[in-house]
C-alpha cells in the first residue's frame, strides 16, 4: 500500500513564500495528488489537486515531477491564517479503494 | 447552509456505553465517509457508502455500525465504548459514484468524543 511522507513540522515568518514536499514512492498509475489543509478543531478542507506537472489555483501551487513519486505544495506569501496542519492524499485503488492521509505537516507562520 | 453537519459537536460518555453520531450532507453526493483523527493527529478512514452501500470498511471492530438511512445520511453508532475510541469524527462527503481519487472531499466540523 502506498504511503506518504512529510515533514512533521515546519515555521515560517509571514510574507514568505513555503513549500512542503511529501514523497510517495508508490503512487499507481491513476492516482492523483490531492492537498488538504486543517485548522484546530475544523474538518480538513480541500486546497488543490493534480495529477503531473504544476497546477496552481487561487490558494497555491502544485509541482509534481515527471517520476510522480513526490509532489511540493507552494503557499506564496503566507500570513498568520495560513498557520494550520497540512495533508498530502494519494489514493490508492486496492480493491477496497483505500484512502490514506500523511502524517501531515504542522505549519506554523510567525509574525 | 452548512454543507455537510454533524451532531454532536461534542460527546461526553462512560465506558461501556452505546452512542450515536449523525451526519447529514446537503451537497447531493453520492458517497459518504466516516474518519477517525486520534490525539496524535493522524487521519484514518474507517467508512465509506455510496448510495446507501458500503463501498469500504476498514479495520475497525465490529462495535461501529454505520448506518445510512438515506444517501444524505450516514451516521455512526458505536456499541460498548471503550477509552480508546476517544478522538475526533469525521464525516465527509465527496460526488463521486466509485471513489476514486480525483474526489473532492467536504469534511463535518468533527464531532470530539471522550469516553471516561
Known amino acids: 500500500l502506498a504511503k506518504t511522507t512529510q515533514p512533521i513540522s515546519m515555521d515560517s515568518y509571514e510574507g514568505q513564500e513555503v513549500n512542503i514536499t511529501c514523497s510517495h514512492n508508490?503512487?499507481?498509475?491513476?492516482?492523483?495528488i490531492t492537498w488538504y489543509q486543517q485548522f484546530p478543531s475544523q474538518g480538513p478542507r480541500f486546497i488543490i489537486q493534480?495529477?503531473?506537472t504544476k497546477v496552481t489555483n487561487e490558494v497555491a501551487s502544485l509541482f509534481i515531477p515527471a517520476d510522480r513519486k513526490s509532489s511540493t505544495l507552494s503557499l506564496p506569501r503566507v500570513s498568520l491564517s495560513d498557520t494550520a496542519v497540512y495533508y498530502c492524499?494519494?489514493?490508492?485503488?486496492?480493491?477496497?479503494?483505500?484512502?490514506?492521509f500523511g502524517t501531515g505537516t504542522r505549519l506554523t507562520v510567525i509574525p | 447552509d452548512t454543507a455537510v453537519s454533524q451532531t454532536p459537536k461534542y460527546l461526553v460518555t462512560q465506558m461501556g456505553n452505546d452512542k450515536s453520531i449523525k451526519c447529514e450532507q446537503n451537497?447531493?453526493?453520492?458517497?459518504m465517509y466516516w474518519y477517525k483523527q486520534d490525539s496524535k493527529k493522524f487521519l484514518k478512514i474507517m467508512f465509506s457508502?455510496?448510495?446507501?452501500?458500503?463501498?469500504i470498511n476498514e479495520t475497525v471492530p465490529n462495535r461501529f455500525s454505520p448506518k445510512s438511512p438515506d444517501k444524505a445520511h450516514l451516521n455512526l453508532h458505536i456499541n460498548s465504548l471503550e477509552l480508546g475510541d476517544s478522538a475526533v469524527y469525521f464525516c465527509?462527503?465527496?460526488?463521486?459514484?466509485?471513489?476514486?481519487?480525483?474526489?473532492?472531499?467536504?469534511f463535518g466540523p468533527g464531532t470530539r468524543l471522550t469516553v471516561l
Open positions: 465527509a462527503s465527496s460526488p463521486g459514484y466509485l471513489h476514486s481519487s480525483t474526489d473532492t472531499q467536504y
Open positions: 508508490n503512487i499507481a498509475t491513476n492516482d492523483y
Open positions: 493534480g495529477y503531473k
Open positions: 492524499l494519494v489514493g490508492v485503488k486496492t480493491g477496497a479503494n483505500n484512502l490514506f
Open positions: 451537497l447531493g453526493h453520492d458517497t
Open positions: 457508502y455510496n448510495n446507501k452501500e458500503l463501498i
